[in-house]
């Protein structure tokens, strides 16, 4: 992976590889010399110890909080993404709420079909809106066509990374409650990974293991609280709606902002995770996809 460092007489970055061990180039700019600090060896290597520390300053309530301002202010961008992301989700919730009778295997077939389209639809989510909030991140604004772009180059892979995550926390939950939601904190960062590293399938799963260790407690407050609120404000829809069929249309929307707002805030933790352990900035990861 290429790292950037920047020239202290005009300010350009320059893109380097991350092999570089000491020594210096020149700039391609203004042609002054840039040092390469040296990275490895005793005197430079973390501890485990210093690892766990850096890893432990994940925020929950940072995280949530730059989520929410983050999609606030993407709001026209990002709902127009999601609007188009889960589009084959509302016209299929749409299509069986207009039908003339919710009949029982109508809505087992709703459930069955579902599940697995949402967590598709999820991690699709996650993988389009990464370049859009590490943009965010950088003070800059990414168009609905480059977040698009930036997700759909890499679907094949997120997809793949996706259904494996879904295997491994659904045999978690078949087993044991616990177990699953201890896998799902561990494979929260496999399609940021998956979209941003691209390792691969399973190596995305073991950077995501790597990247979590020490902070699932962090991630599992963030995804309870949202799962909190999305689920408060289904049931309250649901008390007004009760018997409607719009309240199968009305619960992909709410999916559909709160998958938004999660996909945000593993971005964003994906961000802060690197950023403690690794040193990697906003501008390291939004330049991956240019």
Not at 59 to 66: H, I, K, Q, T, Y
Not at 77 to 106: C, H
Not at 239 to 250: D, H, N, Q, W
Request: aromatic share 6%; hydrophobic share 50%; glycine share 10%.
């Amino acid at each position: 992976m290429a790292i950037r460092i920047e020239c202290e007489e005009c300010g350009h970055r320059e893109r380097v590889d991350d092999d570089l061990d000491g020594g210096s180039i020149d700039c391609s700019e203004c042609g002054a010399e840039i040092e390469i600090e040296r990275r490895r060896g005793p005197q430079k290597r973390r501890s485990a110890t210093e690892a766990w520390k850096s890893q432990s300053r994940l925020e929950a309530g940072s995280v949530l909080s730059r989520a929410v301002s983050t999609v606030g202010a993407n709001l026209v961008s990002f709902g127009i993404l999601a609007l188009i992301i889960y589009s084959p989700f509302l016209l299929f919730a749409g299509w069986v709420a207009m039908q003339p009778q919710l009949t029982e295997e109508l809505i087992l077939i709703y459930v069955g079909v579902s599940i697995p389209l949402g967590l598709l639809l999820d991690n699709l989510m996650v993988s389009t809106v990464c370049y859009g909030v590490f943009e965010q991140l950088r003070g800059k604004h990414a168009s609905v066509g480059d977040c698009l772009s930036a997700g759909l180059t890499r679907l094949p892979g997120v997809l793949a990374v996706g259904v494996l995550v879904f295997i491994c926390v659904l045999a978690g939950l078949v087993a044991c409650i616990i177990p699953g939601v201890i896998v799902a904190c561990m494979l929260w960062f496999a399609v940021p990974a998956a979209t941003v590293e691209r390792p691969g399938v399973i190596e995305s799963l073991k950077r995501s293991y790597a990247l979590t260790n020490g902070i699932k407690l962090q991630i599992f407050g963030i995804l309870f609280a949202i799962n909190i609120v999305e689920n408060m404000l289904d049931r309250g829809i649901q008390a007004v709606l009760e018997g409607s069929p719009v309240i199968l249309f009305t619960g992909v929307v709410t999916s559909m902002i709160f998958g938004l707002v999660r996909a945000t805030a593993a971005a964003i933790a994906y961000h802060d995770a690197r950023a403690g352990t690794e040193g990697v900035t906003a501008d390291d990861l939004a330049e991956v996809f240019e």
